[in-house]
């Protein structure tokens, strides 16, 4: 159980355009969600808290009308890459936390999403 | 901002060898997790130690926890070719927080050379 799946997998876009990426739990509801990004080499950063029916919380000097995040369900959050340029090219890896809330901040994270951005 | 920070940043053993990476980390924890990264893919969770426990097994896995040193240490004992990735150390940013995101520390790219 506790499965987070990411689509695409893989994304090559042309400069100017906007990707969505999506983040799903598969089998069990998700009441936060967080965004990371990971630089090749380089350890993940947290881009954003996406919480499920309102606003996401972001990350000092991470833009919001760049990285549009929505949590709309339980099972589902979206970041959407807007107007990307190749320096968002990147990885970028959601995970989930178990709405039933385990107490020791157990989060299962995605297979991620690599975005080559021409 | 990243809390942990591991060492070595990179590490090449020969197969069959013991590895040993370290992680340390600044403010209060109430437990902290290890992560396998392969290249280019997602995250895998190894193990989680509570701040409460010192010491950690899990099969080939060794995780020791020094609250006094806020510090981590990871041990693979005799290691495979597999075991080929980057560990990470992962911390809950706010103590007693169920909502709070990871802080990740800079990894330790581990090479096992068969």
């Known amino acids: 159980g506790a499965v987070v799946s990411q689509h695409p997998s893989r994304v090559i876009c042309k400069s100017g355009t906007s990707v969505k990426i999506e983040c799903r739990s598969l089998d069990f509801q998700a009441t936060t969600m967080f965004w990371y990004r990971q630089f090749p080499k380089q350890s993940l950063m947290l881009m954003a808290t996406s919480n499920e029916g309102s606003k996401a919380t972001y990350e000092q000097g991470v833009e919001k009308d760049k990285f549009l995040i929505n949590h709309a369900s339980l099972t589902l959050s979206t970041l959407t890459v807007t107007s990307a340029h190749p320096e968002d090219s990147s990885f970028y890896i959601c995970?989930?936390?178990?709405?039933?809330?385990?107490?020791?901040?157990?989060?299962?994270f995605g297979p991620g999403t690599r975005l080559t951005v021409l | 901002s990243q809390q942990g920070e591991e060492d070595p940043q990179a590490l090449s053993i020969q197969e069959g060898e013991n590895a040993t990476m370290n992680c340390s980390y600044k403010t209060s924890i109430n437990n902290l997790q290890w992560y396998r990264q392969n290249s280019g893919r997602g995250l895998v969770h190894l193990i989680l130690?509570?701040?409460?426990?010192r010491e950690k097994h899990s099969g080939r896995l060794r995780v020791t926890l020094d609250t006094s040193k806020k510090s981590s240490s990871l041990l693979i004992t005799a290691s495979r070719a597999a075991d080929t990735a980057s560990y990470f150390c992962?911390?809950?940013?706010?103590?007693?927080?169920?909502?709070?995101?990871?802080?990740f520390g800079k990894g330790t790219r581990l090479s096992v050379i068969a």
């Open positions: 995970s989930a936390r178990h709405r039933g809330g385990y107490s020791y901040n157990e989060q299962f």
């Open positions: 992962a911390t809950p940013r706010k103590i007693n927080s169920g909502n709070t995101p990871l802080v």
């Open positions: 130690i509570r701040s409460n426990e």
